[in-house]
């Protein structure tokens, strides 16, 4: 399994950004895919998930600013990211469970500033 993130940056405060997660070896398809950030000193939390029907959730705290979405034809995971604020800066990750192991992409670093 691998997850190859890619597309953070710096951005100013209110900009936007698009993240991709490219992935391979598992059947893409038929799993949930997650975006995921950890701040510098703080613990990694979930941004926001997509089931394999295209269900998503979302932390409160980018409710309305972040879409997460997916194509299966690509085996790929996007989160568009508008309307960012400085306490969006951390590294992103991406993420997928096959079997009983939880897999993490390397990571994208994203910083807002104000």
């Known amino acids: 399994v691998q997850l190859q993130a890619s597309g953070g940056g710096l951005v100013q405060a209110g900009g936007s950004l698009r993240l991709s997660c490219a992935a391979s070896g598992f059947i893409f398809s038929i799993k949930a895919m997650g975006w995921y950030r950890q701040a510098p000193g703080k613990q990694r939390e979930s941004v926001a998930g997509?089931?394999?029907?295209?269900?998503?959730n979302y932390v409160d705290s980018v409710k309305g600013r972040f879409t997460i979405s997916r194509d299966n034809a690509k085996n790929t995971v996007y989160l568009q990211m508008n309307s960012l604020k400085p306490e969006d800066t951390a590294v992103y990750y991406c993420?997928?469970?096959?079997?009983?192991?939880?897999?993490w992409g390397q990571g994208t670093q994203v910083t807002v500033s104000s």
């Open positions: 997509i089931s394999t029907v295209g269900v998503t």
């Open positions: 993420s997928t469970t096959v079997g009983s192991r939880t897999y």
